[in-house]
């Protein structure tokens, strides 16, 4: 009596496609977080050396928008000579696992250098 293989191929494909979609869409999650790290960063960054050149505190916020992910929030303040700019935001995700990134940076007003 021979025995048939035939079910356990349907078997295993039941169990593993739900894993390997489970997986890849982790691996698209983390990266667009990862993504909107680097754009917080990269906004703060800009914001940061538009302040640190005087320009007024909308035009700082208006260049740090501008390299934002979308519903960013913004900050700039400035304490003596330095100037810090933090960019908010949510990264996509379902739920839960929408998580929250950010960036600052710190600049050297420019009037200050001598």
């Known amino acids: 009596m021979r025995r048939s293989d035939g079910g356990y191929v349907t078997a295993e494909a039941a169990v593993v ?58 900050g700039v303040e400035r304490r003596g000579d330095l100037v810090r700019v933090r960019v908010e935001a949510r990264a996509a995700g379902p739920g839960p696992l929408a998580v929250r990134v950010s960036g600052e940076a710190v600049a050297l007003a420019e009037e200050t250098v001598r």
């Open 17 to 74: 496609l739900p894993t390997l979609v489970l997986f890849s869409v982790t691996l698209l999650w983390g990266l667009m977080a990862v993504t909107a790290q680097i754009e917080c960063v990269d906004a703060a960054r800009s914001g940061a050396r538009s302040a640190a050149r005087s320009d007024p505190p909308s035009v700082a916020v208006a260049a740090a928008r501008s390299a934002a992910p979308e519903g960013a929030r913004i």
